[in-house]
């Protein structure tokens, strides 16, 4: 087993618990105080590409990180996941140096679809939903329903995936936004 894997799992999911706390904050601010003085949504709406990409990024690492260093082999829902979730990195990088903004709308898109993956498998996890869409088809045979981590009574994997997915979710409909003057 990797070294030290405990106080990385430990890190990652303080950094999970934070952007959580940032996405509560961020849709009380969207909800109850949108208007166009709003310094906090001003400041991630102009910072919403930047943000995004290392929040893509970040979120590229990790899971390489626990497949490839830690050896954690992905399951289906966790492979669909990524498949949800890598785009984001390109079009935060092509919005951000080309300006195409028309290519948000397939952010959302995938942002949404990433999300409701990543609530089903935390139910296939939890045993609370049979795991159908979880086959042989893909990986080794991996269960979709092992949990490799487990911090602070919730934390695990799907659960780094959801939030990750959220945060960009609602980066990308703070930029879409209108606001009341």
């Known amino acids: ?24 904050f961020l849709v ?39 497949s490839v260093i830690v050896g954690y082999p992905p399951c289906e829902l ?3 996941q990524r498949i949800f979730f890598y785009p984001e990195f390109i079009i935060f990088l092509v919005v951000l140096y080309q300006k195409y903004k028309h290519i948000l709308n397939l952010g959302i898109i995938l942002a949404v679809l990433g999300t409701l993956t990543s609530v089903y498998h935390i ?4 045993g609370k939903v049979d795991s159908a869409l979880c086959s042989i088809a893909f990986s080794e045979g991996t269960s979709c329903a092992i949990r490799y981590v487990f911090e602070f009574g919730y934390i695990t994997i799907p659960v780094m995936s959801l939030t990750l997915s959220l945060f960009v979710l609602v980066l990308l409909i703070n930029f879409k936004m209108k606001y009341k003057e």
Do not use: D, W
Request: net charge positive; hydrophobic share 60%; with cysteine.
């Open 123 to 126: 139910f296939v996890e939890g």
């Open 1 to 24: 087993m990797f070294p030290h894997i405990e106080i990385i799992n430990k890190i990652l999911s303080l950094g999970i618990i934070f952007f959580q706390v940032v996405i509560l």
């Open 78 to 80: 966790c492979i669909l």
């Open 28 to 66: 009380a601010n969207m909800i109850f105080f949108r208007n166009a003085k709003n310094h906090t949504l001003l400041f991630f709406r102009r910072n919403t590409f930047i943000i995004g990409l290392l929040i893509s990024l970040g979120g590229i690492f990790s899971s390489l990180f626990y």
